[in-house]
């Protein structure tokens, strides 16, 4: 069973920044499609940014140029480094786990609130 367990979300001002980490149990982490999915009160879940086991990421447009996506295999860890965060960047973050080459892997994170307020 996959266990990711998100940390490091918070209030922050905007303009600020905020790192999120996902650590991973349980599976060759290596092999995953990490990814970081958002929800705002009242909306759609939806994509942030996903990193591929090959290194290749892919953002949303809303996010582009301000976020970073990363991971680090040894530590079965992926992270969202985000900068010059704004108020609609308000959501609960989750982490996500997935392989597209194994029918029914796809984990999901309890989530980590990130509000931007002055």
């Known amino acids: 069973q996959v266990q990711l367990v998100e940390s490091g979300g918070g209030l922050v001002q905007p303009g600020g920044s905020l790192r999120l980490s996902c650590a991973a149990s349980?599976?060759?982490?290596?092999?995953?499609?990490m990814g970081w999915y958002r929800q705002a009160p009242g909306k759609q879940r939806e994509l942030v940014a996903h990193?591929?086991?090959?290194?290749?990421?892919n953002y949303a447009d809303s996010v582009k140029g301000r976020f970073t996506i990363s991971r680090d295999n040894a530590q079965s860890t992926v992270y969202l480094q985000m900068n010059s965060l704004k108020p609609e960047d308000t959501a609960v973050y989750y982490c996500?786990?997935?392989?597209?080459?194994?029918?029914?892997?796809?984990?999901w994170g309890q989530g980590t609130q990130v509000t931007v307020s002055s």
């Open positions: 996500n786990a997935y392989r597209p080459d194994v029918r029914g892997y796809d984990y």
């Open positions: 349980g599976s060759i982490f290596r092999f995953n499609t």
């Open positions: 990193i591929t086991s090959g290194g290749s990421t």
